[in-house]
Each structure stands twice: as structure tokens, then as C-alpha cells.
């Protein structure tokens, strides 16, 4: 079946700009989980979700950064008013519940660089 | 100090040899453990969980000390296609889960 799905997989952006990143997870999945990587670094933990709501806001950078999810499906990460330093890989997981135990399958990811 | 830690190598190792990595974790409220494998300029995917009891899948075998807070994963008999970053995955539940990657190991596999 179709894996996890990002949108879009580059931007290029001007900083100070406003950029939305898409992610379609697995159907019937209802855990969302998004992370950033930058280059040669590990994952960093940004939000996840369990249905439409999302327990755990802390691991966003600033409140810059937002996200939402509608239908307990798509989910949408926005980050306001780009800097450099957002430049990264922006991933999404989806898993079929939240909770250890559970295998998160990752998207492709979305290559973000601010100018 | 960071949550979860591994060594980033890289590890440079002939094809045929025993490789093993350890990661270290610090909130004793990490409940799952994960070892996933990231290639170059690709996403993570799951390669094995790390149960108590230890688990084995063909050439890898993973184990978990929870009285020393960490984790090992043990690859045999290495193959060129092994070459990969290892990520030390923990999830902790403190009020809700929180996913927690190491920075990966580099391992590179020679002929």
C-alpha cells in the first residue's frame, strides 16, 4: 500500500517568509509524528499527534513553528517568518497508534533552505 | 548531557567482521527502544525493537540493559550493504510519549 507521503520534497525559500509542509501518513494510521534533521545530525523531536490533537507542543523550536491536523489524517507543519537557521530536512512519521512499541514509518521528507 | 547517546564513529570495518554499537539513555521513564537505519540522504526505517530478553533477526542481534541504561546492537558477518547510520531510537512516557533519536552511528563497510 502506499507508504507515507511529503509535499512539497524542496523548498526554497526567502527569509522572512511564511512556508507550509505537507504530510500524508498511512491510511488509518492515527499517530502523526513530525522531526527535523539537520545536515549530518540526528533527529530532532518537533511535535506529534494523536488523532487531531497533539499532547506535546515542547519540542517546537519557537512560535514560529505550528502545526495541525485535520480528519485525523493530513497534517500541515507551518513555520512563519523563516530564518536560516530552519533550513533542514523537515520529516513526518506516521505510526498506527502513539505508544512505545509501534514502528513510525517515515516519509521522504522535505528539503527546506532559506536564502 | 543529551537523552539519548551514541558513538558517531564512523566505524570502518572489512566485510565478514563483528560490529558492535552501544547507546546510552538517561530518563529512566524510556519505555521503548528502537534501533533504525538511515541511509545517505534518505529516511529512517526500522530495522529491529530491543527487547529486555534480547532478539535476534538473522545477523543482527539487539539487547537492553535497563540497570545501566543502554542499548547495543551487534551485526555479524558484515556486509557491504550494511553501510548505513545507526539510530538509537527511545521513547519515553512522561504525561505523553516523547520520541527520542541518537545522532547516529556511521558505519562503513569495505570489500
Known amino acids: 500500500g502506499a507508504g507515507v507521503s511529503q509535499s512539497p520534497s524542496n523548498k526554497v525559500t526567502e527569509k522572512g517568509k511564511d512556508v507550509e509542509l505537507r504530510c500524508d501518513p498511512i491510511?488509518?494510521?492515527?499517530?502523526l509524528y513530525w522531526y527535523r534533521q539537520s545536515l549530518g545530525q540526528g533527529l530532532e523531536f518537533l511535535i506529534y499527534?494523536?488523532?487531531?490533537?497533539?499532547?506535546?507542543k515542547s519540542g517546537l523550536p519557537s512560535d514560529r513553528f505550528s502545526a495541525e491536523r485535520t480528519g485525523g489524517s493530513v497534517s500541515t507543519l507551518t513555520i512563519q517568518r523563516t530564518q536560516q537557521e530552519d533550513s533542514a530536512v523537515y520529516l513526518c512519521?506516521?505510526?498506527?497508534?502513539?505508544?512505545?512499541?509501534?514502528?513510525?514509518?517515515f516519509g521522504p521528507g522535505t528539503r527546506l533552505t532559506v536564502t | 548531557r543529551k537523552e539519548v547517546e551514541q558513538d558517531p564513529g564512523p566505524f570502518n570495518v572489512p566485510e565478514g567482521a563483528t560490529v558492535a554499537f552501544n547507546c546510552t539513555y538517561s530518563?529512566?521513564?524510556?519505555?521503548?527502544f528502537f534501533w533504525y537505519r538511515q541511509d545517505c540522504r534518505k529516511e529512517p526505517k526500522l530495522l529491529m525493537s530491543?527487547?529486555?530478553s534480547g532478539n535476534e533477526d538473522g545477523r543482527f542481534t539487539a539487547q537492553l540493559n535497563r540497570a545501566s541504561q543502554y542499548i547495543s546492537l551487534l551485526i555479524r558477518d558484515s556486509k557491504l550493504s550494511d553501510s548505513a547510520t545507526y539510530l538509537c531510537?527511545?521513547?519515553?512516557?512522561?504525561?505523553?510519549?516523547?520520541?527520542?533519536f541518537g545522532a547516529g552511528t556511521r558505519l562503513f563497510v569495505k570489500a
Open positions: 512519521a506516521s505510526s498506527p497508534r502513539t505508544g512505545g512499541g509501534y514502528e513510525q514509518y
Open positions: 491510511s488509518g494510521h492515527t499517530a
Open positions: 499527534f494523536q488523532g487531531n490533537s497533539a499532547p506535546d
Open positions: 530518563n529512566s521513564a524510556s519505555q521503548s
Open positions: 530491543v527487547y529486555s
Open positions: 531510537v527511545v521513547i519515553k512516557n512522561t504525561g505523553g510519549f516523547k520520541t527520542i
